[in-house]
């Protein structure tokens, strides 16, 4: 089934946003009203509901925009196809290794291309992953049976012959058979055939990250616990991590976002996602009086209420090592980065397509700002058309 298609907006063109006049529950409307300089077409926000599953929904969702980008058509492909398939992987390697190696339900963007690459896609119609009497994803249970089942199974002396078998028939009573052949609009598939002719494909997508513990212009595995299958990202100073994003939309290309969104900045009520500078003395601006007269401790309350546009940090290579070695920012969630918008004053935001529904005050999507990006991506996955031709000459790609 088809769904909805965001317009896009003109390359360099200004389009305002009609969601910026909406108002918050109070009847105030609201204090951040965003231009949209560019958005990438994308399609209607899913709901991962309660799945840990955030990096296929967003992955999916990644595609579906290739494929609106490549052939112009609009899909609606398996979120849980994915899911599936690197659930079952994961149990491949969860015994291999003796019970030692991650058994979340996380993962990372890499992981829906890796699927891509090696089995193809299927439509959504074709493998919902409903399987189990409800009408949204609820892994509660699924991810509890799986990790006690496995768990089980590394106890003992060594696997059997069976226990495979079983694992995979726990996948597909909940999440349905794995699809090996369909048929869809009339014409019989494979994953692999179906993938194809949409014109995907898995080698066509790179992922970078910037940090200092490993050298610039490398690659290396991801070093973060939902990395289980070993992907790997190019590393890039900041400021070209940056440019990539940039780049990227201004030429029509959307991203894989994987970050930190327990940061106190991120807000999906208020769908924005700032870096407040709490600390800040040296203001301009309508609010600079009152905020040089406030404490500390009042400067951080108000910087958090998310009441006015408050300044926002200056964030430099040092301080997102810092945040990555000490924990403040982790592989927590994945998102479609599908734009480039500034507000009032002029500061620019990324525009962010999440899987929460389309629940807060932009139906679904967030304006995330520069310095909540600069500080909290962990990692972007991206076409390699469009990345930068001086950073692809650095890395010989």
């Known amino acids: ?174 999440l349905g058979e794995d699809p090996e052949t369909f048929t869809y609009n009339g014409k019989e598939y494979t994953p692999r055939s179906y993938a194809d002719e949409l014109g995907l494909n898995g080698d066509d997508y790179i992922k970078f990250t910037s940090f200092t513990h490993h050298p610039f212009y490398t690659q290396y595995e991801m070093d973060v616990p939902d990395n289980w299958n070993g992907g790997l990202v190019w590393n ?16 029509g290309y959307s991203l894989v976002w994987g970050g930190d969104v327990s940061d106190p900045g991120f807000s999906w009520k208020h769908g924005v996602a700032i870096m407040p500078d709490a600390e800040i003395t040296d203001l301009t601006g309508t609010d600079r009086d009152k905020w040089e007269t406030m404490s500390q401790d009042e400067k951080r309350k108000n910087a958090y209420s998310f009441e006015r546009i408050v300044p926002e940090k200056n964030i430099t290579q040092e301080d997102r090592q810092k945040n990555y070695d000490s924990w403040y920012a982790t592989d927590d969630h994945g998102m479609h980065l599908v734009g480039i918008a500034k507000d009032q004053k002029g500061n620019k935001y990324f525009k962010i397509k999440n899987s929460w529904n389309t629940s807060n005050i932009y139906d679904g999507y967030l304006y995330m700002s520069v310095p909540f990006f600069r500080s909290n991506t962990l990692d972007i996955m991206v076409h390699k058309d469009a990345v930068p031709a001086d950073i692809r000459a650095k890395l010989g790609i």
């Open 1 to 174: 089934m088809k769904q909805l298609v965001l317009t896009m907006g003109l390359a360099l063109a200004v389009v305002f946003s009609a969601q910026a006049q909406k108002k918050n529950k109070k009847g105030n409307e609201e204090p951040y009203q965003f231009t949209e300089v560019k958005v990438i077409p994308n399609t209607s926000v899913k709901d991962q509901n309660r799945s840990g599953t955030c990096w296929s929904f967003s992955g999916i969702s990644f595609l579906e925009s290739e494929v609106l980008r490549i052939k112009g058509d609009t899909v609606d492909l398996s979120d849980m196809y994915p899911v599936f398939k690197c659930y079952e992987l994961k149990g491949d390697k969860y015994v291999r290794m003796h019970g030692r190696t991650e058994l979340a339900t996380g993962g990372a963007s890499n992981d829906v291309a890796d699927v891509l690459k090696v089995y193809g896609m299927v439509p959504e119609e074709v493998y919902p992953g409903l399987n189990y009497g409800v009408d949204a994803h609820d892994h509660s249970e699924l991810d509890a049976v799986l990790v006690g089942f496995l768990k089980g199974v590394v106890k003992g002396n060594k696997p059997t012959t069976a226990w495979r078998n079983a694992y995979v028939g726990i996948l597909e009573a909940y």
């Open 236 to 251: 890039v100073p900041i400021d070209e991590f940056q440019r990539i994003v940039e780049n990227a939309v201004e030429n």
